[in-house]
Every structure is written in C-alpha cells, then in structure tokens.
C-alpha cells in the first residue's frame, strides 16, 4: 500500500526536489559544475574528453570548472558534477551514490554509459558520470547528450553512437509519497475533464471533410491526367479562396493550385515561407481497383488548406507565405520541380525555407516524424521547440529518403522538410481509406506546422543550410524512379546504419521471405544499404521480377533471405 499526495501536480505549490528523479538538466542547468577529466584514460580518449568539456562550456552563463582527477584530493563540496570516464578515480564515488538504484559506474559491453544520481538527498546537485568505451564515440555524445537532458540514465553503442537505452530513475524518496506495505506502483487516477478548455485553433471535422472529399470514389484515386484530378483541384482552389488566400492565377503547364499570404516587410518582398502538400494520387490500377489516398496526400492538402485558414484570420506575418498544391508528385515531382523553376514574384530559390505535408493522417499513438532535418542546423531547434510549445510527440530525424515535394527544393539549395506520421501497411494500396485516418492526430499535425511556418515566417536571417554534397541552384536530380516494391514499412525515425523496417505489407515479398519487425536491411544484392537514401537507389537499379538477395540483422545475428520483387 502507498499513499500520494497531488501525484497529478493540479495544485499550485512550491516543488520538493525529490519529486522529480535526478537527470542530466541537474548538471547541464546547474550554476556551479565541475567536470572532472580522467587523467590515466590513453591520450585520445583523454584528448577527446577536453574537447566535449570545452564544447559544454560554450555559452554557459556560469562557466563549468574542468579538472584532472590527478588534481583533486576530493570531490568539490558545492554544486553539481561531470565525472567522466571509466578509469576517473572518482568513479566509484558516483557508484555509492547510484546505490538506490542498483547502478554502478564500470564498463558495460562496449558501450558508452551515462548515470545520474543526487550528490545528497534532498538536494538539487547531481552526479552526472559520463563514459565513452573509445574515442570515436566522444563526439557523439557531446551533440547528443543535451537533448537527453530528462533522463537518469542512458546507454549508447557503435561509434555514432546510437542510443539503446534510456529512461528515468523511479521516484522513491518524495516527501508526498507514503509507502506502508511494499513498495508498490503508483495507483492511476480516473481520467478527468478540465475545468476549462481553450477553443480550438483548427478543426479536426473540417479536415476529416477534406479528407472523405478528396479520397471519395467519384475523384477515382486522383490520377495524373484525369477529370477527376482537375476537380480536386477546383475543389482545394475553392477552399483556398474560401479561407482568404490570393489565388495565383492558374498555370496550364501544370496543375499547382496555389494560394498566397503576402507579407508586410518590403525588404522582404520577394522572400517567402512555402507550405506543400501533393493532391495527386494514383488513381485506378490496371486491375480496376481504386487507390484513394487519405492517407497519401488527402490528408496533407487537409493540413494544408486548415493552416491556411488559421494563418489568414490570424493576419499577415512579415514574410510572405505560399500555399501550394502540388500536382505530379507519384509521377516524378513534377509540380514541384515545375514550382522551383517557374519564373515568379516569389523565386522559389529565395524561400527561407519549405515544409511540406506528406502522409500526415495516422498519428494515433506515434509520433510526427520531421524528415530531412539536417537540411538547416536550426531545423532541430526549431522541431523542438514546436514539440514543446504544442505538447505534440515531435522527432526531429536527420535523414530525408528524398521521396516527396521537399526534395525540390533541397536540390536548389533551400531548407526544407517533410513532416510525416510514419509508413502504413495501406501505402500505394486501395486499403488507404478515410475511415483509418486520425482525426485528433491532423489538428497536433497542424499545430506543429502552424509553429514551423510562423516562426520562419518572422526570422530575420536565412537558415544555415547543411545540405548534401550536390545539393545547389544547379544540382539536378537524381535520375530514374522506382520502379519495384519489396513491400517492407520503414522505420524512418531509425538513423542506422541499415534500414530498420516496422513490419511488412501483406504478401508482399518481405513477408513471403521472412522479414519481420525489428529487422535491419544492410544490403539488397550487392548494394549496401546504409540509409533509407540507398536503399531507396538500390531499388531504383531493379526490375520488377528481379529476384535479390536480403541481407538483414536480427537479435545481432546477419541472416540472408531471398526475394523476387514485384512492380510498385
């Protein structure tokens, strides 16, 4: 038995510090820290160490106090502490320390280790000790660790190095915890209403609409070429009007509907945030069946058009802001490869940068993926914040397969993302119906994207662009489309190497051979498959009934599997 005062925080009160489990915030948010050096580790590692502490150091307003531990006779009686390394002489120090939890500060199967505890109870210092197993994982850690900041402990692997486990100390000694009998789990609470609610700021039943509209039967799928594609058009036109855009006045070369928001700054004028969602699907295969795409894209041009409509009753931003609905991009991209090239009062090649919605309806329990956000530095810190600031599930992932409308722009050198809720089972299939879309999860989708434009929408300086080695004004894309289907469902927020699949599309060829959930897919054939990106051009290389060899890991085991690819 135990007894909880306030254990859902409803009351308006001071904080006791052993309410919250010790975590990494204790040291990177503390006033006074010392980061103690191991001076026996072998001069690389020791070498590395400095550079991670001269790094951290690097805008704190109280500056850390780094020491060898050769130089110490004692730890420092004040503040919180960095103890790095598995040969630091103060290791076992943070080992007693850890003793609530049954931790200890040693080598653990080549990992690097990161363990917190509280210097005394009832205090707000911590011991933060911090291990790489070799040099080449330093510098990971150093990018990664602060934004592990929540966490009392973490283990990573390889020389990324990739993160394998995290989580938070239980708490155990709040002072509005009572145990009488055991030390059993906290009971949960009937779920409640609040007692007020702000009104909504997006409607999930109009984009429910937009949804059900779109991917009905009477538009067929949506294919490229089709009257039933140039009814959607009108239909999104209609509505971009109705929510107050400017409609741009049609293009004959190609069916982009596009809305604008200008912007209030001169000096700004022909600077624009561009927000993207394709509304061409694939209409009726060749066996008659119709694909109707809620989920690919009627659910982004749903986001889309529901942003706009905040966005203009909200009233202009500084810069301008340009609503587009690509047409053409199952055939290649090709409305947005005819936006970036079309002569316009905007050029897209002086954009700050785009965003665009791309599979965006089935959240659920998941999480809004931000695919490409290594296109900018900022992309992360931007992610984040809108992850903080709506209380929605954000992942920032560094990769971008380059499949959708951002890669556009990204091969003319401007910033841009995809925000994506994760592969389906239904991809490119009849199944991608209306009625398996989150509703509640588009309005987190669009408050995420309301956050990305609008911020970018009154930054004053262009982004940091990191793009990949080609990516300029005058790169040209990748040649070739795909043309076959293994049908296994990436994991996009797995960084690799390898491609880590979350399951495989029903009889499809990754199911005939055997994958499953969990497995990474390092090679296809002869080709190393290290990226989402290289997986992608392997694919690209085959035919339909080209039978290839799967070479794939499970349970740290390298397993092979052979199958015959199927047209996509």
């Known amino acids: 038995m135990r007894v909880d005062v306030d254990p859902e925080f409803d009351l308006f009160r001071s904080l006791d510090v052993e309410e919250a489990p010790p975590a990494l915030s204790g040291a990177f948010g503390a006033d006074t820290c010392t980061m103690i050096l191991p001076a026996k580790a072998d001069a690389e590692l020791l070498a590395a160490y400095r550079a991670i502490a001269t790094e951290w150091n690097t805008g704190r307003t109280s500056p850390m106090t780094i020491a060898t531990d050769d130089t110490l006779k004692e730890l420092p009686k004040d503040g919180s502490l960095f103890v790095v390394g598995f040969t630091n002489r103060f290791a076992a120090a943070a080992t007693e320390a850890l003793a609530p939890y049954a931790a200890a500060a040693t080598p653990d199967r080549a990992r690097a280790r990161v ?234 090649s002086q954009a700050i940068g785009m965003v665009n919605l791309d599979t965006v309806g089935r959240l659920f329990g998941g999480k809004i993926l931000v695919l490409g956000s290594n296109s900018a530095s900022e992309w992360i810190h931007i992610v984040n914040g809108a992850g903080y600031v709506t209380g929605a599930p954000v992942e920032a992932v560094m990769n971008d397969p380059g499949g959708s409308d951002q890669k556009s722009f990204i091969e003319i050198g401007v910033p841009a993302v995809q925000l994506f809720t994760g592969a389906n089972a239904d991809y490119h299939r009849p199944g991608d119906t209306a009625d398996k879309i989150d509703g509640a999860g588009l309005v987190k989708v669009a408050a995420v994207t309301r956050e990305l434009v609008a911020y970018l929408a009154e930054r004053a300086e262009p982004l940091t662009a990191k793009l990949a080695s080609g990516a300029s004004p005058t790169a040209a894309p990748a040649a070739g489309e795909r043309r076959v289907s293994l049908g296994s469902i990436p994991d996009y927020a797995f960084s690799g190497p390898g491609v880590r699949i979350t399951g495989t599309t029903p009889g499809s060829p990754a199911e005939k051979a055997g994958l499953q959930q969990g497995d990474v897919i390092v090679k296809l054939g002869e080709a190393a498959t290290n990226s989402m990106r290289d997986f992608s051009e392997a694919l690209k290389a085959l035919a339909p009934g080209a039978k290839v060899t799967v070479t794939y890991q499970r349970d740290g085991q390298t397993r092979t599997a052979e199958a015959t690819l199927v047209a996509r």
Request: no cysteine; proline share 8%.
């Open 115 to 348: 363990l917190v505890a509280r210097r005394k109870a009832g205090q707000a210092a911590v011991i933060a000790f911090v291990a790489a197993d070799h040099a080449a994982q330093v510098p990971g850690l150093a990018r990664k660790l602060p934004h592990y900041h929540k966490y009392s402990y973490l283990a990573f692997e390889g020389d990324e190095p990739v993160n394998v486990d995290k989580g938070r100390w239980p708490v155990t000694s709040s002072p509005m915890t009572a145990f009488l009998d055991g030390t059993p789990p906290m009971a949960k609470l009937a779920a409640r209403e609040p007692l007020a609610e702000l009104p909504p700021a997006f409607s999930e039943e109009r984009m429910m609409a937009t949804v059900r509209t779109l991917s009905a039967p009477d538009l067929k799928g949506r294919g490229l070429g089709t009257p039933e594609i140039d009814r959607a058009a009108e239909l999104i036109a209609a509505a971009m009007k109705d929510a107050g855009l400017e409609l741009l006045p049609a293009d004959p070369a190609m069916h982009n509907v596009i809305g604008i928001l200008r912007g209030t700054k001169p000096e700004w004028a022909k600077s624009s945030v561009v927000v993207g969602a394709h509304y061409d699907h694939l209409g009726v295969g060749s066996d008659g069946s119709l694909h109707p795409g809620a989920d690919d894209n009627a659910s982004g041009v749903a986001v889309l058009l529901e942003l706009a409509r905040q966005m203009a009753t909200a009233g202009p931003s500084q810069r301008t802001v340009i609503f587009v609905a690509f047409a053409g991009e199952e055939s290649g991209r090709t409305g947005s490869k005819h936006y970036v090239a079309a002569t316009s009062p905007w050029p897209a």
